[in-house]
C-alpha cells in the first residue's frame, strides 16, 4: 500500500484536558517542541473556548509553527466556539477547525436532547459556517468534522453516511471516525470505518481518533489504517480522556515494521516519551511497550539465549523492533533469574566486562540460579561478585603460598599440595614461565597453551586488584583447562592464575 499515514497529535487538547493540571501556555510550547521535533504532520493545540489561557496558548502556537505541519483547534457544533477556534489558530499557514457533534441514537437521544434529522442539520450548519469563516482570515482554512461516538453508530450507520455526504458538501475536507468510548469488538469498528471510506469521495481524507478503554486502540487504529483511514489521531505516552488515546509509539513502529513509509521521527520516540511523563507528572509503567524500563528486559533462559544469538538483526528474537530504532541507547537488559541459563550469565558477565567462557558459564550457572531462587532477580554486581568468589578462587588440592624474585629471571615458588610444602625455584622468561619451570621441578609439568591478562578497575571489588589473568593449561587429556585471577600485582595475578587452573586439572 502507498498510502502514507497522516499522524495528527491530539496531546496537547485530549491529552491536556484529561491532565489532572493541565498544561500552562509556556509547558503546552515545550511538548509543541517536541512533536515538531518527532516530525509529526497535523497538532491539534487546544480547545480555545475552554479557557482564556487555552486560547491564548492555540494563538502563540500558530504564531510559531512551521509551515508543513497543520494546525487545528476544537470547536462544538456552535457558532462561538468555532469563531473562537478560528481566531486563535488563524495565522498558522495552514489552519484547521475541528468541529464535532455526536450522531450515535443513544448520544442524541439521552444527552443532545436531538433527534436524528435536528443533530443532522446542526452538523451541517457548523460545517458550511466553519469553511466560509475559516476561508474568510486564511485561504488555507481547513475544516475537520468529528462523528463524535462513531463506534456506537453501528445500529444507524446508514443515516450517519448520508450526513458525512451531506457535511462533506457543506465544506468538510477531513472525516473523523471517533471510538469515543471503547465498548465493543475491533472488526466491526474497522469494517465501519471502511464502508464510511468507501462512500465518501476519495479527496476527502478519513480520521481514526480511538480511545484505549479496553486496551485495543492501538490495534483498532492500526488497522483503520488498511481500511482506508489516512489521518491517525493518537497522542504521546497514549495521554487522554480515561484510560487515554492511542498511543502514537504503538502505532508508528506496527506500520513501521509492516514496511509502511512514516514521516516521524521515530529515533526521538524513547526521549519526547521520557520528557512527557515528567510534564504530565505521569510515570511510565514498567511494562509499557517500547518506552517501560522492562520493555527490553529478558529473563527465561530460551528467550534469552534468542535474543543474545540474533541481537545484531533487524529482525530479532523476542523482540518487536531493535532498540536502537526508537532512540533507546541502552542494551536489551539480561535479568537472571531462576528461570535463566548459561547464555545470561555469559551475556551479563561479559557486558560487565570481565572475560568468561561458556564453559565457565554453565559452572556458575547453577550457584546464580541457587542465589535467585531466593531473592528473585540477581543484580549483576551479585553475579560479579559470584564470578570473582568461584572463578577467580579455585579452591582444591594446591595452595599458592608465595613467589619472590630471588635473582634476575629467577623467582622462588612455595605452595602447598594436599598439606605438603613446596619451595622450588624456577627460571624462565617472565613470571608466568618461572612458576611453571618450579611447578615442573616439583613433579607437577603441564604445558601453557594460552596467556592473557586484562586491567580491571580498581573499584570493581574490594580487593583493589588491577589486574585479571587467563591461563590456559592443557588437561590431562589434552582439554583447555582456564584458570583466571586476580591481583594488583600482575605477577601474581598470573601465578594466581596457574594454581587455580591446576587445581582444575587435578581436582
Ligand atoms: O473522543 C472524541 O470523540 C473526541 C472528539 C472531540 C473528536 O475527542
Ligand atoms: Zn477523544
Not at 40 to 49: A, D, K, L, Q, T
Not at 272 to 283: E, K, P, Y
Not at 448 to 477: C, P, R
Amino acid at each position: 500500500m502507498k498510502r502514507k499515514p497522516f499522524f495528527y497529535d491530539i496531546t496537547l487538547r485530549d491529552g491536556n484536558q484529561a491532565l489532572k493540571k493541565p498544561w500552562s501556555i509556556k509547558e503546552k510550547e515545550i511538548v509543541f517542541n517536541k512533536l515538531v521535533e518527532l516530525g509529526v504532520n497535523g497538532i491539534e493545540v487546544g480547545f480555545p473556548s475552554a479557557s482564556d489561557m487555552d486560547f491564548e496558548a492555540c494563538q502563540k502556537l500558530a504564531n510559531i509553527a512551521p509551515d508543513n505541519i497543520v494546525i487545528s483547534a476544537l470547536a462544538r457544533s456552535v457558532k462561538s466556539d468555532i469563531k473562537t477556534a478560528i481566531d486563535a489558530i488563524k495565522t498558522a499557514t495552514i489552519p484547521r477547525v475541528h468541529v464535532f457533534l455526536a450522531l450515535s441514537p443513544f448520544h442524541m437521544k439521552h444527552v443532545l436532547n436531538k433527534e436524528p434529522h435536528e443533530a443532522k442539520q446542526i452538523a451541517i450548519d457548523a460545517v458550511k459556517f466553519a469553511k466560509e469563516e475559516i476561508l474568510k482570515v486564511n485561504k488555507n482554512g481547513q475544516v475537520q468534522f468529528s462523528v463524535e461516538h462513531f463506534g456506537d453508530c453501528e445500529e444507524n450507520i446508514d443515516f450517519v453516511i448520508e450526513t458525512l455526504k451531506e457535511i462533506v458538501k457543506a465544506g468538510a475536507d477531513v472525516i473523523n471516525l471517533p471510538n469515543t468510548v471503547e465498548r465493543y469488538r475491533i472488526k466491526p469498528l474497522v469494517d465501519m470505518v471502511n464502508k464510511v471510506y468507501e462512500a465518501l469521495p476519495k479527496e476527502i481524507t478519513i480520521a481514526v481518533h480511538h480511545h484505549n478503554d479496553l486496551g485495543m486502540s492501538t490495534a483498532s487504529t492500526v488497522e483503520s489504517f488498511y481500511a482506508g483511514a489516512t489521518q491517525l489521531e493518537c497522542s504521546l505516552n497514549g495521554l487522554g480522556e480515561r484510560a487515554g488515546n492511542t498511543n502514537m509509539y504503538e502505532v508508528a513502529i506496527a506500520l513501521y515494521n509492516s514496511d509502511v513509509e512514516l514521516d516521524l521521527n521515530l529515533e526521538k520516540i524513547y526521549e519526547t516519551a521520557l520528557v512527557i511523563a515528567q510534564m504530565s507528572n505521569i510515570t511510565i509503567h514498567e511494562k509499557a511497550p517500547l518506552i517501560g524500563s522492562d520493555a527490553l528486559a529478558h529473563r527465561s533462559g530460551i528467550h534469552q539465549d534468542g535474543a543474545i544469538k540474533t541481537k545484531d538483526m533487524k529482525k530479532g528474537a523476542y523482540r518487536a523492533i531493535d532498540p536502537s530504532i526508537i532512540g533507546r541507547k541502552e542494551d536489551e537488559r539480561i535479568g537472571f533469574t531462576s528461570q535463566s541459563g548459561k547464555t545470561a550469565v555469559f551475556e551479563i558477565i561479559t557486558r560487565a566486562g570481565y572475560p568468561i567462557s561458556i564453559e565457565e558459564a554453565i559452572r556458575l550457572t547453577p550457584i546464580i540460579k541457587k542465589e535467585a531462587e531466593t531473592t528473585g532477580e540477581v543484580p549483576v554486581e551479585k553475579i560479579v561478585e559470584i564470578y570473582f568468589k568461584n572463578l577467580l578462587e579455585v579452591k582444591g588440592a594446591f595452595e599458592f603460598l608465595s613467589f619472590t624474585l630471588v635473582e634476575a629471571d629467577t623467582f622462588e615458588l612455595r605452595f602447598n599440595y594436599k598439606d605438603k610444602y613446596f619451595d622450588v625455584k624456577g627460571y624462565g622468561n617472565g613470571p608466568v614461565d618461572a612458576c611453571l619451570n618450579a611447578l615442573s621441578k616439583a613433579g607437577f609439568k603441564r604445558k601453557l597453551s594460552g596467556y592473557e591478562q586484562i586491567a580491571v578497575d580498581a573499584q570493581d571489588f574490594g580487593a583493589g586488584a588491577s589486574a585479571i589473568s587467563t591461563i590456559h593449561l592443557m588437561g590431562k587429556n589434552g582439554q583447555d583447562i582456564i584458570g583466571r585471577a586476580c591481583d594488583k600485582n600482575t605477577a601474581r595475578a598470573n601465578v594466581k592464575a596457574i594454581f587455580n587452573a591446576m587445581n582444575l586439572v587435578y581436582n
